[in-house]
């Protein structure tokens, strides 16, 4: 299988954990704002976490310098700009990416400003080239609350036009859907989709939760299901899929080694599963390497690997148009 040329779909990628890091750099002078270097592979250093973090806490540190350049409207519009061509260069046909609004307002950009410049970017990036992407809203999990509805209504404007959905994000502390069930429901009766990063941290309770209580349709990661009868049972028979980031994985410990990542076994039992990236600069990858690595791995054939780019298409919060177009590249 040719990886790089094999028609791929990106449904979790964060957009800060995704920046370019010459773009820091530029950003940085335009800005007039001081690094700790100039010198790019001492950027690419803090910006790309280690192969092994010890916990999830020390891989999310990485984002402070790209979120340091992301606080005006220009800088977001050429980031996603740049995130989406990227993918788009390596024959990703389709990309949902993630933010969160809150971590963008240090210089007082309003939540419209901030998701308007982000939508921006990715319209640019899909003009073009062979691209379809939107936007999904992450809340901070450990921020303040009284914002959440304030998001909810500034991404409105873009739904289903840029903006499909809405997220919980950032450290997972067990039973934490319980305070979220008021503004999951808000954003579901606005008209978003729901998916939910849980059960990345050793919960499978969390992705039960997620999907009974906040009316989750996809899970970040999932891979905690794994030992949690009622969770495993509950996302398999509503398929509810999950999506995961492999080498993300490895590198906050969620699972020792590739070897032991669930996601062939989730799959062969019929549990829905997709690839992504989670972070391309964080995690220092590309949805061809994760791919690449899946399928190496786990000895999937190309039949297989199809039957999982199907399973991303059905399960995205693309338009039924943009998903025949994507299902047209599968044999």
């Known amino acids: 299988m040719n990886y790089f040329n094999v028609p ?36 690419k250093t803090l910006m790309v976490a280690p192969e092994t973090c010890p916990n999830l806490d020390e891989y999310l540190s990485r984002f402070e310098l790209p979120l340091s350049v992301m606080q005006t409207q220009e800088a977001i519009e050429r980031i996603s700009f740049e995130v989406f061509e990227d993918a788009a260069k390596e024959n990703v046909k389709y990309l949902e990416v993630r933010f969160g609004p809150q971590l963008h307002q240090q210089q007082g950009l309003t939540f419209g400003q901030i998701i308007d410049s982000a939508v921006k970017g990715m319209r640019k990036a899909e003009k073009r080239y062979d691209i379809h992407g939107n936007y999904i809203l992450s809340i901070l999990r450990t921020f303040a609350k009284d914002k959440i509805n304030d998001i909810i209504d500034a991404g409105a404007k873009h739904l289903n036009d840029g903006v499909v959905a809405f997220d919980l994000a950032g450290s997972e502390l067990p039973g934490f859907c319980h305070e979220f069930i008021p503004y999951a429901q808000y954003a579901i009766e606005k008209g978003y989709r729901v998916t939910i990063h849980a059960g990345e941290q050793g919960s499978g309770q969390n992705v039960h939760d997620a999907v009974s209580l906040l009316g989750a349709e996809r899970i970040g990661h999932g891979i905690h299901i794994k030992g949690h009868e009622q969770a495993y049972d509950l996302v398999k028979n509503q398929a509810i899929a999950l999506e995961t980031c492999p080498s993300s994985n490895v590198q906050t410990k969620a699972v020792d080694a590739l070897s032991d990542h669930p996601v ?29 690595k899946v399928v190496e791995e786990f000895n999937l054939t190309p039949e297989e690997y199809f039957d999982i780019y199907k399973v991303s298409v059905e399960h995205s919060f693309a338009s039924e148009a943009v998903k025949q177009h994507l299902l047209s590249f599968a044999p």
Do not use: W, Y
Not at 29 to 43: C, V
Not at 270 to 278: C, P
């Open 8 to 43: 791929k779909i990106d449904l979790h990628c964060h957009l800060d954990g995704s920046v370019r890091p010459q773009t820091i750099i530029e950003l940085a002078r335009l800005q007039g704002l001081s690094l700790p270097s100039e010198d790019i592979d001492e950027i």
């Open 264 to 292: 062939k076994a989730f799959h062969k039992d019929g549990v829905l599963i997709s690839i992504n990236t989670d972070n391309r600069t964080v995690s220092n990858t590309t949805m061809t390497d994760e791919v690449r």
